[in-house]
T-cell receptor, first 118, second 110 residues
């Protein structure tokens, strides 16, 4: 199956600093990538949809100036958490869509990044 | 707005038992339905994808079925093993990105 690599797996940062998380599709081109956040014992919540070469689409309640998403190539999307605060501590997961026919899509996920803001 | 519900929220079974996980969704206009596995603190692993035109998919000891008209999908795990212990999530895709259920936390006891 398709492989999505997410880096780093975990990161601890000080409050007020910024953290960048990378999501790469290793063996396929992903025109669309998604970023999710998961709080303990909760389901995945979509934060934003990232399309290559265009601005990301953010879900309601997600601050676009705080969670900067860049999708500069067909294999790389980045999420930058700016001015991180302890309440941003969470598990962040990216996914990328493969598409071999128009409607035959399958989502593959990165390993996730555990962010702890102290 | 699509809503995905998974029942039960948690399940504990002895090793070797066959089990069924349930997933229901409110909007039947889906492109496909996926089942995922998530180990604690880890990302998601795609297990099975059922396209909207299909009724079931099989992979090893796993069998997933889809009934679009009733808004239901089931994941059948045969001869469960302790290594199957994880949270299982189903998700639908349609005009919007994947919508996830909250998952079923499975514990298989040796």
């Amino acid at each position: 199956g398709a492989v999505v690599s997410q880096h780093p797996s975990w990161v601890i940062c000080k409050s007020g600093t910024s953290v960048k998380i990378e999501c790469r599709s290793l063996d396929f081109q992903a025109t669309t990538m998604f970023w999710y956040r998961q709080f303990p014992k909760q389901s995945l919540m979509l934060m934003a949809t990232s399309n290559e070469g265009s601005k990301a689409t953010y879900e309601q309640g997600v601050e676009k100036d705080k969670f900067l998403i860049n999708h500069a190539s067909l294999t790389l999307s980045t999420l930058t958490v700016t001015s991180a605060h302890p309440e941003d501590s969470s598990f962040y997961i990216c996914s990328a869509l493969t598409r071999d026919r128009v409607w035959n899509t399958e989502a593959f996920f990165g390993q996730g990044t555990r962010l702890t803001v102290v | 707005k699509q809503e995905v519900t998974q029942i039960p929220a948690a399940l504990s079974v002895p090793e070797g038992e066959n089990l069924v996980l349930n997933c229901s969704f409110t909007d039947s206009a889906i492109y496909n339905l996926q089942w995922f596995r998530q180990d604690p603190g880890k990302g998601l692993t795609s297990l099975l994808l059922i396209q909207s035109s299909q009724r079931e998919q099989t992979s090893g000891r796993l069998n997933a079925s889809l009934d679009k008209s009733s808004g239901r999908s089931t994941l059948y795990i045969a001869a469960s093993q302790p290594g199957d212990s994880a949270t299982y999530l189903c998700a639908t895709s349609g005009n919007t990105p994947l919508v996830f259920g909250k998952g079923t936390r499975l514990s298989v006891i040796a």
